[in-house]
């Protein structure tokens, strides 16, 4: 169950999700960087990211409070906002229509922001849709910088004017309606800061490019992504006529508000949790439906351990102890333990688990349900990976090595013949003999 300091920052997101619902600045309102900033405060040994422009924030605002909240707001979003010019020039520099990768001539789009489960989504929605191609596009970090992209710089300061305008009426607003205490006066404007002189300008980067690149496409009908928050937000904004919604790729991190689009999630407990910001929400939960279901046959006394991106919230070090534990009474007791990597991130994860592997399954070499089709595995061992969705799917035991901490900072959604090892006594429930 989430602590009673992760309540109030749940009781905080929704709070924020009300004056911004709907709208572009919902990244920039109601994100997980406003959450953090909050837990912080409530819990001072919690890490955030980005603190040193967060304390120039800090002492920006400090400076100017006196001058009362509404003139502190709009002067330091004043100064923020000629702080941001830089990166939106910059990011001027490289609005082409190479910026976004992937064929564009389609029905349907599907926004690749991750590297895992999305192929399974874009096969997913094909046969969904009727065996329509689906092609997935993707932020192409390799595309250069050009001078004549400055021509759309005016177009450009319009929508981060208009986003900068957006964002100080609904927080003036909300403080106008008493929503904001002494305590979110103080620790809260200066994120808001810093997300419009970061986020901001890279959101209408994305949504010109929308518009000058998918919007003339007039048989572009549907918008699948799979995060809800600012790239999605500023498509949808520049593509309002068509068809969005979202499709959970990962089991998510909290506090990221649902974009007001349909949802398809795995399980109850997500679709719960978005109904907690819009009861009207349309939400279709999908379990395992896109995960490549095969019949591998005979398990053979295999166990493949899932990697995982090791989170700054929450790693493997939290539960290294317990996993190795297992992972010693399996080698004990003559099991093959294959260690399966990731494209990134993967270091962390296996620094932190100490075993003799009888064998690397590498991602670039085949997929995972290529190596699960391959070993044969009797179970799939992880901390919180949807690896034990794909495992279900194949008829493969998943474990997951977790805490109860885990449901601060995140919402798995483990298939229902996973087993939780959450303590040293559930290390009995994993069937090793």
Same mark, same amino acid.
């Given at each position: 169950?989430?602590?009673?300091? =992760?309540?109030? #920052? /749940?009781?905080?997101?929704?709070?924020?999700?009300?004056?911004?619902? *709907?709208?572009?600045?919902?990244?920039?309102?109601?994100?997980?960087?406003?959450?953090?900033?909050?837990? %912080?405060?409530?819990?001072?040994?919690?890490? &955030?990211?980005?603190?040193?422009?967060?304390?120039?924030?800090?002492?920006?605002?400090?400076?100017?409070?006196?001058?009362?909240?509404?003139? @502190?707001?709009?002067?330091?979003?004043?100064?923020?906002?000629?702080? *941001?010019?830089?990166?939106?020039?910059?990011?001027?520099?490289?609005?082409?229509?190479?910026? +976004?990768?992937?064929?564009?001539?389609?029905?349907?789009?599907?926004?690749?922001? *991750?590297?895992?489960?999305?192929?399974?989504?874009?096969?997913?929605?094909? /046969?969904? %849709?009727?065996?329509?191609?689906?092609?997935?596009?993707?932020?192409?970090?390799?595309?250069? @910088?050009?001078?004549?992209?400055?021509? %759309?710089?005016?177009?450009?300061?319009?929508?981060?004017?208009?986003?900068?305008?957006?964002? =100080?009426?609904?927080?003036?607003?909300?403080?106008?309606?008493?929503?904001?205490?002494?305590?979110?006066?103080? #620790?809260?404007?200066?994120?808001?800061?810093?997300?419009?002189?970061r986020t901001a300008p890279k959101m209408c980067i994305y949504?010109?490019?929308?518009?000058?690149?998918?919007?003339?496409? $007039?048989?572009?009908? %549907?918008?699948?992504?799979?995060?809800?928050?600012?790239?999605?937000?500023?498509?949808?904004?520049?593509?309002? /006529?068509?068809?969005?919604?979202?499709?959970?790729?990962? +089991?998510?991190?909290?506090?990221?508000?649902?974009?007001?689009?349909?949802?398809?999630?795995?399980?109850?407990?997500?679709?719960?949790?978005?109904?907690?910001?819009?009861?009207?929400?349309?939400?279709?939960?999908?379990?395992?439906?896109?995960?490549?279901?095969?019949?591998?046959?005979?398990?053979?006394?295999?166990?493949? &351990?899932?990697?995982?991106?090791?989170?700054?919230?929450?790693?493997?070090?939290? #539960?290294?102890?317990?996993?190795?534990?297992?992972? @010693?009474?399996?080698?004990?007791?003559?099991?093959? &333990?294959? +260690?399966?990597?990731?494209?990134?991130?993967?270091?962390?994860?296996?620094?932190?688990?100490?075993?003799?592997?009888?064998?690397?399954?590498?991602?670039?070499?085949? =997929?995972?349900?290529?190596?699960?089709?391959?070993?044969?595995?009797?179970?799939?061992?992880?901390?919180?990976?949807?690896?034990?969705? /794909?495992?279900?799917?194949? *008829?493969?035991?998943?474990?997951?090595?977790?805490?109860?901490?885990?449901?601060?900072?995140?919402?798995?959604?483990?298939?229902? $013949? =996973?087993?939780?090892?959450?303590?040293?006594?559930?290390?009995?429930?994993?069937?090793?003999?």
């Amino acid at each position: 169950m989430p602590s009673e300091i =992760t309540k109030q #920052v /749940d009781a905080l997101m929704h709070r924020l999700y009300r004056y911004s619902a *709907g709208q572009m600045i919902q990244p920039l309102l109601a994100t997980y960087a406003v959450a953090d900033q909050w837990r %912080h405060h409530l819990q001072p040994d919690y890490a &955030v990211s980005d603190r040193a422009i967060v304390r120039m924030a800090e002492s920006s605002w400090k400076m100017l409070l006196p001058l009362g909240f509404a003139t @502190a707001l709009r002067l330091n979003f004043m100064i923020w906002f000629f702080v *941001g010019l830089p990166l939106l020039v910059r990011q001027c520099l490289r609005m082409q229509e190479q910026l +976004f990768s992937g064929e564009r001539n389609r029905k349907i789009l599907l926004l690749r922001t *991750g590297v895992s489960n999305e192929p399974n989504i874009a096969g997913w929605l094909s /046969d969904k %849709h009727g065996g329509e191609a689906v092609s997935m596009l993707a932020i192409n970090e390799q595309a250069g @910088a050009k001078v004549a992209a400055l021509r %759309h710089l005016p177009g450009l300061i319009y929508h981060y004017a208009g986003l900068a305008r957006a964002l =100080t009426g609904s927080i003036l607003e909300m403080q106008r309606n008493g929503e904001m205490n002494d305590a979110i006066c103080r #620790v809260l404007p200066p994120v808001w800061l810093v997300l419009l002189a970061r986020t901001a300008p890279k959101m209408c980067i994305y949504r010109r490019w929308a518009e000058l690149y998918l919007q003339p496409q $007039s048989q572009l009908t %549907h918008l699948y992504f799979t995060m809800n928050s600012m790239l999605e937000a500023s498509f949808m904004a520049a593509l309002p /006529d068509i068809q969005h919604a979202y499709v959970e790729h990962g +089991f998510p991190r909290r506090d990221i508000p649902p974009l007001a689009c349909k949802q398809y999630v795995y399980g109850k407990q997500y679709a719960d949790y978005l109904r907690a910001f819009d009861a009207t929400i349309e939400i279709e939960e999908l379990g395992i439906d896109y995960f490549p279901k095969t019949e591998i046959g005979e398990k053979q006394r295999t166990i493949v &351990v899932a990697s995982l991106q090791d989170w700054p919230q929450w790693g493997i070090s939290r #539960v290294a102890d317990r996993f190795n534990a297992a992972l @010693a009474m399996a080698k004990a007791q003559g099991w093959r &333990v294959v +260690f399966r990597g990731r494209n990134y991130d993967e270091d962390a994860f296996a620094r932190g688990l100490q075993c003799g592997w009888d064998e690397m399954s590498i991602p670039k070499q085949e =997929t995972f349900a290529e190596c699960l089709s391959r070993l044969k595995p009797a179970m799939v061992w992880t901390s919180w990976s949807t690896a034990v969705l /794909d495992a279900e799917a194949m *008829g493969v035991k998943g474990v997951c090595f977790i805490d109860s901490s885990l449901y601060d900072y995140f919402i798995p959604a483990f298939g229902s $013949s =996973t087993i939780a090892v959450s303590s040293e006594e559930d290390l009995k429930c994993i069937p090793l003999t």
